[in-house]
Structure formats: structure tokens, C-alpha cells
């Protein structure tokens, strides 16, 4: 495999914009084929069947395409189906789980951590099972958030109402002590700031998306595909539905003018 080819990047939908954003800001000569399932958002309501047979099927189309390496740029979709991807793809595959879960225990000092995510995500137990294989003395308190990706869709970061949700959410978590708090999902990095102002300043967010971006780096030096040629790639986007909005939500996200509406092509699954 070339170390010129593209990265394969997905998410159940625009979330996952969050982490190309990190990803093009550390790997600048990487070129990206993203896929944004927006069709069949949101997969955090969705069962482990479902989960992973979207998955394999975005997986599978990005391989198609000539990728060398895969970031499952959904926390849904790396609770549920990472494995059976790394199983079955001839390619490198990364999710943000691991990356957030290790930054999160490197980030609490009191050993308590708060988890917010879908409900996916939060029933597959994968923080606290990650969390508590690093530490078995670690204390897990989690919250699936389902009205936050909604929230996120509509724009709605700063707002009275926004503010109320997030602390109907988390108090139960702050109420635990927690020191530190992963974003378990990839829309709620947007609500970063207004979750800070919540919780107060004594608590560290983690952001996975960030975490994953510095990680994926080490896995293409490890496996000789990093890109060290000097480029300025153009990266392509695919959906099931929507380009236009999709392209207006990820440019306020990349800076606008990123993404043209009519680069973004529809690819929609059997
Ligand atoms: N992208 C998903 C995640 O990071 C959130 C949206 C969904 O439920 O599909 O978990």
C-alpha cells in the first residue's frame, strides 16, 4: 500500500467533521475520503446489529476507494464495530474510544471520570471497561445525552434552553465528584464551551476527536504510510443525504468556503 493514498474517515453523519478538523491540522498532507452516513443518522438510538452492519458497509466502500487506513470517526460506531472491522480489513483501523478513554485517565487525578455519550455507546460499557482495565480503581459515573446531537444539528450552542439540558444531564455527575469528563461522542465537542461553563472550571473535558487525530499519526508512522510528502490535498466528501447542508455545517466547522455543496456526491447503501 502506498503512503500516498488517501484516509478513510466516518461517521454516522457531520460529527465526525469534528475529527477531520484535528486530523487535517496534524496531518496536513493526508488526503481524506470521509463518508457521513446522514441518511441514517443517528446510530447512538440504534442496535449493535444495525451498528455494525453500517458500518461494514461504509468500511467496505471507503476500501473501494483505495484507502490505507481507516478512522471510525464516531464513538458509536467505535464502541460497536471496531473490532469486526479490524477483523475483517486489510488496512489499519482506528477508532476515538481508546485515544479519549487514555487521555481520561491521564487527565483525572481523583480517579473519578464522567462518561457522556448516545446510548449505544454508554450500554456497550466501553469507557469504564477501558478505564477500569488501566486502573481497576477508577470510578465510571456515566450519561447518555441523546438530546445533544439534536442541540448540536440545530445550532443551538449557547442558548438558556441548552445550558438547562446540560445540566439535567450532568449535576448527577458533578454530584459524583467527578474531576474529569470525556465527550463520548463526536457532535458534543462543538458543546465544549458551554459545557465548561456548566461544570466549572475544576473539571477537564476530554475531547477523543483530539486524542484519536494524535494517535492515528502514530499508527501511519508505525505501519511506514505516513505522508510526508508536502501536498495540499483535496479531500473528498460522500453521503446518504444531504450535501448541501452537510457542506454548510462542516464549513462552519473547517472555515468556510472548505467544501463545495456540489463536491459532496450521494452514495446510499442497498
Ligand atoms: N456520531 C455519533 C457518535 O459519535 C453521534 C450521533 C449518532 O447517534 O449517530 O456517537
Redesign the pocket.
Known amino acids: 500500500m502506498s503512503s500516498q493514498a488517501p484516509i478513510g474517515v466516518f461517521?454516522?453523519?457531520i460529527?465526525?467533521i469534528t475529527v477531520v478538523k484535528e486530523l487535517i491540522s496534524r496531518l496536513p498532507n493526508e488526503k481524506i475520503i470521509y463518508y457521513g452516513d446522514t441518511a441514517r443518522?443517528?446510530?447512538?438510538?440504534k442496535s449493535a446489529n444495525t451498528i455494525v452492519t453500517y458500518s461494514r458497509q461504509i468500511a467496505h466502500f471507503l476500501i473501494d476507494q483505495g484507502v490505507k487506513a481507516i478512522v471510525i470517526a464516531?464513538?458509536?460506531a467505535s464502541a460497536i464495530a471496531l473490532e469486526v472491522l479490524r477483523r475483517e480489513l486489510p488496512v489499519p483501523v482506528i477508532g476515538v474510544v481508546v485515544p479519549g478513554a487514555r487521555a481520561a485517565a491521564q487527565a483525572s487525578k481523583n480517579k473519578k471520570i464522567g462518561v457522556i455519550?448516545?446510548r449505544a455507546?454508554i450500554n456497550s460499557c466501553i469507557y469504564e471497561a477501558y478505564l477500569q482495565k488501566t486502573n481497576p480503581d477508577t470510578e465510571v459515573y456515566k450519561q447518555a445525552c441523546p438530546l445533544f446531537?439534536p442541540l448540536v444539528e440545530e445550532g443551538w450552542i449557547h442558548d438558556d434552553i441548552t445550558k438547562q439540558i446540560i445540566h439535567r444531564y450532568i449535576d448527577g455527575l458533578l454530584a459524583k465528584g467527578i474531576d474529569s469528563l470525556v465527550l463520548g461522542?463526536?457532535?458534543y465537542p462543538l458543546l465544549a464551551e458551554t459545557i465548561a461553563e456548566v461544570v466549572g472550571k475544576g473539571i477537564t473535558l476530554v475531547n477523543p476527536a483530539y486524542e484519536c487525530a494524535k494517535d492515528f499519526k502514530l499508527v501511519l508512522e508505525e505501519n511506514e504510510l505516513l505522508n510526508d510528502v508536502s501536498s495540499q490535498p483535496v479531500h473528498e466528501f460522500f453521503v446518504s443525504d444531504g450535501p448541501v447542508p452537510f457542506a454548510k455545517f462542516a464549513n462552519s466547522i473547517l472555515g468556510e468556503g472548505t467544501i463545495l455543496p456540489e463536491n459532496v456526491l450521494i452514495k446510499c447503501f442497498e
Not at 443518522?41 to 438510538?45: F, Q
Request: aromatic share 4%; with cysteine.
Open positions: 461517521d454516522s453523519g460529527g465526525g443518522v443517528p446510530y447512538g438510538n464516531c464513538n458509536t455519550a448516545t455507546t446531537v461522542c463526536t457532535h
